[in-house]
């Protein structure tokens, strides 16, 4: 099994980004709640970066990483 080391350029963008529209309007992409990243997840990401960001998110978040973003956060 390939083990791929994460993007620390794409790392950095999840805690800076902010959601540029919607309900969560200006919230920091890693601060966004499970429950409205499942919410694209069901009903598909947006196109482009945006989209594959927010994928990057829920994925982190579900799998229980999100710490790997702390050392990140603090550095903002």
Known sequence: MEMT????E???QLVVMKMPFGKYKDVV???LPVSYLEWFQRKG?????????????LVIKMNGLSALLDPLKNKR
């Open 10 to 12: 794409l790392l950095k």
């Open 29 to 31: 992409l890693c601060d």
């Open 45 to 57: 990401f947006p196109q482009g970066k945006l989209g594959m960001l927010l994928e990057t998110m």
């Open 5 to 8: 080391t994460p993007n620390p």
